[in-house]
């Protein structure tokens, strides 16, 4: 039978704990020890100097006190050394009453009068006098015949001030020692408690911490932010986050590229980093909804917002602009579709009709019939270029007058139209016209005796658009509600946001440093008013001559169809 395996051993890991809570806590505990270990020492150091200069200062008083004394220099000169002799009576009797370990008196030559043990008296001292002796006080911590003491040496002067001895005066050091030893607990105790309160505050400090980073390691605190910053530089979607006050504190690259602001807008409140407007409003929280569309420059934006737990808030922003164009696309083909539809089915009325003059024989009648067909499809396109010779314009409105027809909208250019082929921008002005169209066409169809009427006038330099419908009409309190993005009466379709034509009308409008109004029209419903101050190009000799004029030749008349643009001079004959 074979053996198993051993497995294989664990390897004892040592080294921190992986949790930011232990790993903080350790640290602080660590900090408030290594503080109070070094406060202790760094205590106890001037400590013990302080204790040697109060004991030094001590024996040199009780010096000065013992030197002094009235009768003690002249027994010095007058009595000779013996240890029962007045000199070491008194000197005892000053030992005895200040607890000095010693208190001895010598003479000139260095001899003592005076000693603690008395075989001592009549020899020479151990230390040094010369100091005392010529006259100077000395304080020192030094060793003698009675072991280590702190010592205060001082003169001893007559009556006439003559330095006939000296006396020297000792602390046993073992004292000043056993003082020291004595502070170190109560230091120690104090020094306990502040560690103890230390450890009770990285406690909950480090609880706080394990609270705010969910108990996470370092290492995965890292790694989310390595993993953050990649996924908010790499997703297709721009994000804004902002703190409780509204300030920007983040941006990624998408962010920075849909809003066109930079680094430097990070810190800034919105107003200041992206100007007054609709866009500020929605990041900021002042307009409320999901999926919120504004406009920024040429970009069609879809914002969300979300609000996070410390106050503040992440905005998301999501790029339509192609989308919308796409959508209006969708809309302009399908409108052109029904338009086919219609004329394909108009067409079929008028081939049944041709067939059946050319069964009865009518031939006259059938060459008239097919001629004033042809003729008025030719007219409604020449009378739309004699008056706006700039093609894409021109064909924009030729194919809004067959949408117009189909929905049962009389689209008529005004008598005043005249433009020239000079535009600087014709796409803007494009856009401009075929939004303003679109909602005139929107407002009225389905009303009784629907009218459209298109003027585009050019004065000078500048390029002056009206649209006037006969539909309801704005109130004056909606008339600058209506260029907000986002803004719209009508139900979205399937495939883009509503709100947004308007806004792009009067942006492009204002890139030219031009104007967008809006009124009432002469017999009610709408008018809107568009200014382009540099619209037009400076004329040259050619253009001159093909500007439109009033001695246009009119279109030959003759039966319309409902598709027709007639003049408004037209209208009225």
Do not use: C
Not at 250 to 278: C, Y
Not at 509 to 515: L, V
Request: proline content about 6%.
């Amino acid at each position: 039978m074979g053996m198993s395996p051993t497995p294989p051993a664990r390897r004892l890991r040592l080294g921190l704990p992986r949790r930011v809570f232990s790993q903080v806590l350790l640290m602080q505990v660590a900090i408030a020890a290594g503080v109070a270990v070094l406060a202790t020492g760094l205590f106890l150091a001037p400590l013990g100097d302080q204790l040697d200069d109060q004991a030094m200062r001590r024996a040199l008083a009780i010096a000065q006190t013992t030197a002094a004394q009235p009768r003690l220099a002249d027994e010095v000169r007058g009595t000779p050394p013996a240890p029962d002799g007045p000199v070491q009576r008194e000197a005892e009797r000053i030992r005895a009453a200040t607890r000095a370990e010693y208190v001895v008196v010598m003479d000139t030559r260095g001899v003592r009068w005076s000693h603690t043990d008395p075989g001592e008296i009549g020899r020479h001292v151990s230390t040094d006098p010369s100091e005392a002796l010529a006259g100077r006080e000395v304080m020192e911590i030094d060793e003698g015949t009675l072991g280590r003491s702190a010592r205060g040496k001082v003169p001893l002067r007559d009556g006439e001030g003559e330095i006939v001895g000296a006396v020297s005066v000792g602390i046993a050091y073992d004292s000043v020692r056993a003082r020291l030893v004595h502070a170190i607990p109560e230091l120690l105790a104090y020094a306990g408690g502040a560690l103890a309160v230390g450890a009770l505050a990285a406690w909950l400090i480090a609880r706080r911490v394990q609270r705010q980073t969910r108990d996470l390691a370092f290492s995965d605190i890292a790694a989310l932010l390595a993993e953050r910053e990649a996924m908010l530089h790499g997703i297709r979607e721009g994000v804004v986050a902002l703190d409780r006050a509204g300030r920007i504190r983040l941006l990624n690259d998408e962010a920075r590229r849909l809003l066109g602001i930079g680094d430097e807008a990070v810190g800034r409140s919105l107003d200041e980093a992206l100007g007054g407007g609709r866009t500020a409003d929605v990041l900021a929280g002042r307009v409320t909804g999901t999926d919120l569309l504004t406009v920024r420059g040429q970009r069609v934006l879809v914002a969300n917002r979300m609000p996070t737990d410390d106050g503040g808030a992440v905005a998301t922003l999501r790029d339509r602009t192609e989308l919308e164009q796409l959508g209006r696309e969708l809309d302009s083909t399908r409108g052109l579709i029904d338009a086919l539809r219609a004329q394909d089915h108009e067409h079929a009325n008028r081939m049944h009709t041709l067939l059946g003059l050319l069964e009865l024989e009518m031939y006259d009648d059938a060459v008239d019939f097919v001629g004033e067909v042809v003729g008025d499809h030719r007219a409604t396109a020449e009378q739309i270029t004699e008056r706006i010779q700039d093609p894409l314009l021109a064909a924009l409105l030729v194919g809004k007058a067959t949408v117009a027809a189909e929905r049962g909208v009389a689209l008529r250019l005004s008598g005043r139209t005249g433009l020239p082929d000079r535009l600087v921008d014709p796409r803007g002005l494009v856009t401009i016209v075929g939004n303003l169209v679109d909602n005139a066409l929107d407002a009225v169809a389905g009303t009784p005796h629907a009218r459209v009427e298109v003027e585009l006038q050019a004065e000078g330099r500048a390029a002056v658009l009206a649209v006037r419908d006969t539909g309801p009409g704005i109130p004056e309190e909606r008339r600058e509600v209506v260029f907000t993005e986002g803004w719209s009466t009508k139900e979205p379709p399937a495939h883009r946001g509503r709100g947004i034509g308007l806004s792009l009308v009067r942006r492009l409008a204002e890139r030219q440093g031009g104007t967008v109004t809006v009124g009432e029209a002469p017999g009610g419903g709408a008018e809107f008013t568009v200014v382009l101050p540099e619209a037009l190009a400076e004329p040259g000799p050619r253009a001159a001559a093909n500007v439109p004029g009033a001695e246009s030749v009119p279109p030959r008349p003759g039966p319309r169809s409902a598709g027709a643009v007639p003049s408004a001079e037209e209208e009225t004959r």
